[in-house]
């Protein structure tokens, strides 16, 4: 799609301090800034059930944080990082490598274990993936007890943070149990993402059964978040990225409270940018379940989502360019500068914003 925009567009200064390196105290605690309105209005997530209307119908994305980084040792000693992205069958899985010299084809390296536990866990070396040009690798995951890879990196791997989370290291990390809970949506079930679908952390409980009391539906979706979701855009030229790939469902019962919903004069209401990948990923193909590289900017036309619950992104990131898509360029860049005035918290940890889509506005 032909955007007018260059990839400096959507660059912009951000104080590092803003970068939440912790999650709220409480789930719901999290601020919000109201754009739906204008001048927009501060205020903290849980007010939410009163910004939404009976009849509206709010769509989560409920995939579960797989614990995907795994380290370990070549045969010769060198240290060793894998950030597992997929878990491809028969104890094969697509892996991120982080080593200075990378092992031979058909060489086994050995994990260690988060648990401490000993129990020969260790990972195989089979190729490239998808192909041999591709950017990821091919390891069999295995151990003495023939687990199969969801076991093994629920015992043996780390939750895999954002890079910009800095106390995240290798071995004891005090905030590890924290992590496990809070770095994870309270209605997290399909296990398969190696990041949160992070405007999702922001629910607990109390407010799902606020949004119920109100008259607020809600549906899921699937999508298995990738790393690449902290990838920052490279070309200049946008029509020249290529985004990286991820699987989403779109379930029949998600597809009939959609449109019950329009049927009803309910609004949608996405929560995060992964929910209006799915969403709008299915619309464009007609495919409910499968791959997607779909890459939303300006001039995007939106078939299904009329609001959109967020949180701060990247500079340079293709979710800059997507929330920009949705509720305006020039809108997104003053929320950006009041968020930063007002000292909003960045990122997979921080605040959140609630956006109309700029048609609607």
């Known amino acids: 799609m032909l955007t007018p925009y260059t990839l400096s567009d959507f660059d912009f200064d951000l104080p590092a301090h803003l970068i939440a390196q912790q999650p709220s105290a409480q789930r719901s605690g999290s601020r919000l800034l109201d754009a739906t309105h204008s001048p927009p209005a501060d205020r903290i997530f849980r007010d939410l059930s009163s ?35 997929r878990v491809l069958g028969g104890n094969q899985v697509a892996a991120h490598m982080g080593v200075s010299k ?32 591709g950017p990821l690798f091919r390891f069999v995951l295995s151990n003495n007890a023939g687990d199969d890879p969801y076991t093994l990196m629920e015992r043996h791997g780390h939750m895999p943070l954002p890079p910009y989370i800095e106390r995240q290291q290798q071995g004891a990390n005090p905030d590890a149990a924290q992590d496990a809970e809070r770095y994870q949506t309270v209605f ?56 990286h790939s991820e699987w989403y469902q779109v379930p029949l019962a998600t597809q009939q409270a959609l449109a019950d919903c329009k049927a009803r004069g309910g609004r949608v209401v996405a929560v995060g940018t992964t929910t209006v990948r799915s969403l709008e990923s299915w619309a464009a193909t007609g495919q409910a379940q499968g791959d997607t590289q779909i890459f939303i900017t300006p001039g995007f036309a939106f078939a299904h989502v009329d609001m959109l619950l967020t949180n701060f992104h990247l500079p340079k990131s293709s979710l800059m360019m997507l929330v ?9 860049r003053a929320l950006y500068r009041h968020a930063i005035a007002q000292e909003y918290r960045f990122f997979s940890y921080g605040d959140a914003m609630l956006l109309a889509r700029q048609s609607a506005q």
């Open 324 to 332: 920009s898509a949705f509720a305006g360029y020039e809108p997104i």
């Open 51 to 85: 910004l939404l209307q009976p009849g509206d119908l709010l769509v989560m994305n409920d995939t579960r944080v797989l614990k995907a980084r795994l380290f370990g040792e070549k045969p010769t000693g060198g240290k060793l990082e894998l950030l597992i992205e």
């Open 102 to 133: 990378k092992p031979e084809i058909g060489a086994t390296v050995a994990l260690h274990s988060a648990l401490g536990l000993d129990d020969g866990v260790c990972a195989t070396l089979l190729g490239r993936w998808p192909d041999a040009d």
């Open 188 to 243: 997290a079930k399909a296990p398969g993402a190696v990041a949160a679908p992070t405007a999702a952390l922001h629910f607990d409980q109390a407010l799902l059964s606020d949004l119920l009391a109100r008259g607020v539906h809600t549906a899921y979706v699937t999508l298995h978040v990738g790393a690449g979701t902290f990838q920052p855009v490279k070309t200049e030229n946008l029509a020249e990225h290529r985004m």
